[in-house]
């Protein structure tokens, strides 16, 4: 792929001890995991789909090379590791099930795994509600993010075919997840490697949701990008994600639930001052169960707790929305809102929190925190989610395109 896409001039917008540390923990991610160095590949979606948005914004910033080929080098690597069976299954080649050279083409079009250490559960096996955990499969949820990864490196590099991978993976994950008809219309939460079985049939609170806002998002970038193909349209799954998030409750009080709504906020504003697809009130409505769950969360001083008893990429979470919040206000400000403005208001109460997202981060900027073995046992998610926290661009800011 090529690198001469020239950055954005804005690499003397960021500078400091937050930008080294980012660069810090990103290369040694990179070199931990096999992305870098000659050490046994280790991908896992949910992570890799933030380092992907963290590398992009470190070109952005620095415009040094190094960085977007880190990025294009990852989204490569993930395709061929969790676009393809595990290799402790008995089942080859790509989960679509396309030879080699079509997908690499269609690298999405079988959807991707988790890449949980364990195997898939076994359609006899008696479920195991602590060991499904750990067992791989696919997420909604993490798919979303890989779509966003993928979209804001199409965005900055301006290249369609970032998007076209990501409506690709929009359009089978819609078809694989949406079950039932009616009243019992759900998205699952989590289905087998191939997508022929739901593993856990529950929905997840913000599936919709996500699913919703990535829609809108890829078809504001298709619509922008030259080149960018036709097909697939998300129609058809922005009216069942629009009407399944129309019946779902979004206030919650989880830390990392918290970070999801602040970034969807993000990203319906900015879709909006662009230019792109309308949401209605999603934007109201996102900010409301924002207010109310922050209100929750700090009553429960959960900050206060020691390091062996927090999750930290759980909190990062958290502070990467609270960064959402810049974003959304200059959003306002080029769409030409007004002071008086009923989402201006909202986001003086959330302006409230702000200080939440700070403390967090540098919590977890201290080395003595860092100590404790669930930061140990979660290392890769943890560092990569501190350092997006520390340069949350990448992952909030939407590229114009």
């Not at 959807?111 to 997420?139: M, N, S, T, V």
């Not at 990429?313 to 007004?338: H, K, M, T, V, W």
Request: hydrophobic share 40%; aromatic share 6%; proline share 5%.
């Amino acid at each position: 792929m090529t690198l001469s896409v020239d950055p954005p001039d804005d690499a003397a917008s960021v500078a400091g001890s937050e930008l080294a540390e980012c660069s810090e923990l990103m290369l040694a991610f990179a070199e931990r995991t096999g992305l870098s160095s000659d050490r046994t590949a280790r991908r896992y979606l949910w992570t890799d789909a933030f380092a992907v948005c963290n590398f992009v914004a470190l070109w952005k910033r620095t415009g040094e090379d190094r960085y977007l080929r880190l990025a294009l080098d990852l989204v490569d690597r993930v395709h061929r590791v969790l676009g393809r069976h595990r290799e402790d299954d008995p089942r080859r080649g790509w989960l679509s099930g396309l030879g080699d050279r079509e997908a690499a083409l269609h690298p999405t079009r079988g959807g991707l795994r988790i890449g949980k250490p364990l195997p898939e559960r076994a359609p006899d096996a008696p479920f195991d509600e602590r060991l499904e955990w750990d067992r791989d499969g696919q997420y909604f949820h993490y798919l979303t993010k890989w779509m966003h990864a993928l979209d804001q490196t199409a965005r900055a590099m301006r290249d369609a075919r970032f998007n076209g991978w990501a409506r690709e993976l929009a359009d089978v994950a819609h078809r694989s997840f949406c079950r039932g008809s009616g009243a019992e219309r759900r998205l699952v939460w989590k289905m087998s490697i191939d997508l022929s079985r739901p593993l856990v049939p529950s929905m997840g609170q913000h599936d919709p949701v996500d699913g919703l806002v990535t829609c809108l998002q890829l078809g504001a970038t298709a619509a922008s990008l030259p080149g960018a193909p036709r097909e697939p349209r998300l129609d058809h799954a922005l009216a069942d994600f629009a009407s399944l998030t129309r019946r779902q409750p979004l206030a919650t009080a989880d830390p990392l639930g918290l970070g999801g709504l602040l970034m969807d906020a993000a990203r319906v504003a900015q879709l909006e001052a662009q230019g792109g697809r309308g949401a209605g009130d999603l934007l109201e409505a996102l900010l409301d169960a924002a207010l109310a769950g922050l209100a929750h969360f700090a009553r429960r001083n959960e900050l206060g707790r020691p390091p062996s008893q927090r999750l930290a990429f759980r909190e990062l979470g958290l502070a990467i929305g609270l960064a959402s919040l810049g974003p959304i206000e200059r959003a306002l400000e080029a769409a030409g809102r007004g002071e008086r403005d009923a989402v201006r208001e909202r986001l003086a109460g959330l302006a409230s929190h702000a200080k939440l997202g700070a403390e967090v981060t540098a919590f977890w900027r201290d080395p003595a925190h860092r100590r404790d073995r669930a930061w140990a046992e979660h290392r890769d998610i943890d560092e990569v989610m501190l350092a997006t926290s520390l340069l949350p661009v990448g992952a909030v800011a939407l590229t114009p395109v």
